[in-house]
């Protein structure tokens, strides 16, 4: 006797985004021989790869529960794939909710899309709408404004900010103001060789910097273009409207990114490491102990140097 029974009903849509979600989460589960997989553009992916959930990658819990959702989906289980779809969320609202004062981690807002879009695709019936139950509208809303914010975030994060000098260069880093006689002396004492970040404090500053970068991108000896960059007599590179309002959008960064840091004074002067000064064949020479003290002799020169509020120009603290 043949048994009849109903075809069953599929929930395509989360079918379509779940199998998404898998190849995404195994995409980065799995790099190629590198570190930084999948979009890892932002310093969030670095803080969160090495995080795990009792000693596994989150990247993996991601895809079983993918898996699981895809499974559920094939076999029909509408009201079982509407609840595991909520109870993802909520918690992919809490890793939002890390992040945003942490870091944003692109690889996790891309896995992140993937979990709103089967929760807002998901029904408990065919047929049915996601906000039958009265929590809906407040966990949707409350994932929906982290996730926003983690993408602003990760949006002003990968912007890149106004520097100077050998860029490439980011163990070594000068923030300094052209106004400031303090930061005149850094560059001096360092040079274009390091990363040049400028920060705008005062009337003419803007100028001055323009002056400068054309300068050294002319290869003029840095103590010529730091004296000839506060002139009003040198000639002024024209801007566009748009390219002058990005100028100073990425000045306004560069002051934020000294002010995160809490710091109250100028020059500011970063450096990665211990830097050495002595060329590697006579390091090789003098030994190892000789070519440390001359790393050491370099750092003390550089705490010799003063602060911009003690110079005899206005101070220019940010």
Known sequence: MLRNSQPVSIPWGVLFYALLGLAWCGYVAFPAGSDASGLCATSGC???RDLMVAGISPWWVGGVYFFLLAVFCLRGAWRLVWLLSRLALLLDAFLLLLMFFTGPCVNCLV?????????FAARPTPGGWFLETPPQPLLLAFWLGLFLGNVVLAFNESLPHLTLGNSARKEARLFFSPSCPACRDALAALGPDVALYPIRE???????ILRLS????AQTPMAEAVARCRDPGEPL????LLRGLWLRIQLLRNKSLILRQGVDSLPLIQINGLPGVVPAGEKAQSGGAQGGGE??????????????PQGAEKPCDP
């Open 202 to 208: 005062q009337e003419g500053d803007l100028e001055a």
């Open 111 to 119: 896995a992140g899309i993937f979990f709103g879009l089967t929760a």
């Open 237 to 240: 590179p024209e801007l566009s």
């Open 46 to 48: 670095l803080l969160l």
């Open 295 to 308: 790393g050491l002799d370099f750092l003390r020169d550089l705490s010799q140097l003063n602060r911009c």
């Open 214 to 217: 054309v300068l050294l991108d």
